[in-house]
Nanobody, 125 residues
Framework: VQLQASGGGLVQVGGSLRLSCAAAGTGSRIRLNVVGWYRQAPGKQRELVADISSDGKTNYADSVKGRFTISRDDAKNTVALQMNSLKPEDTAVYSC??????????????????WGQGTLVTVSS
């Protein structure tokens, strides 16, 4: 299973970006469980931005509550992070992480956790 993160870029203060995390597996059906978006700013530790459970429950870092929204589309195996009212302190590399089940055609079931590559978000003032 691979996660593909996309949607980063350069935006001005107050602007918006929408990040997407897509899961894909070769020859298997995937079911995502908890999926989270994390970020790491230069010189800082990685932090959880938001996550969403398989039943749609969401959790947000205090710093993004009211500005960011995480959502999922299980039919497409994607999780999006809508980021509004962006601030310079939101500048970071954003990565997604997912717990998943993979169901192969031969009946093999694999549980795993995967990280997507990061996507850079830069908010200019």
């Amino acid at each position: 299973v691979q996660l593909q993160a996309s949607g980063g870029g350069l935006v001005q203060v107050g602007g918006s970006l929408r990040l997407s995390c897509a899961a894909a597996g070769t020859g298997s059906r995937i079911r995502l469980n908890v999926v989270g978006w994390y970020r790491q700013a230069p010189g800082k530790q990685r932090e959880l931005v938001a996550d969403i459970s398989s039943d749609g429950k969401t959790n947000y870092a205090d710093s993004v509550k009211g500005r960011f929204t995480i959502s999922r589309d299980d039919a497409k195996n994607t999780v999006a992070l809508q980021m509004n009212s962006l601030k310079p302190e939101d500048t970071a590399v954003y990565s997604c992480n997912a717990d998943y089940w993979s169901f192969s055609s031969d009946g093999t079931i694999v549980a795993g956790r995967e990280w997507g590559q990061g996507t850079l978000v830069t908010v200019s003032s």
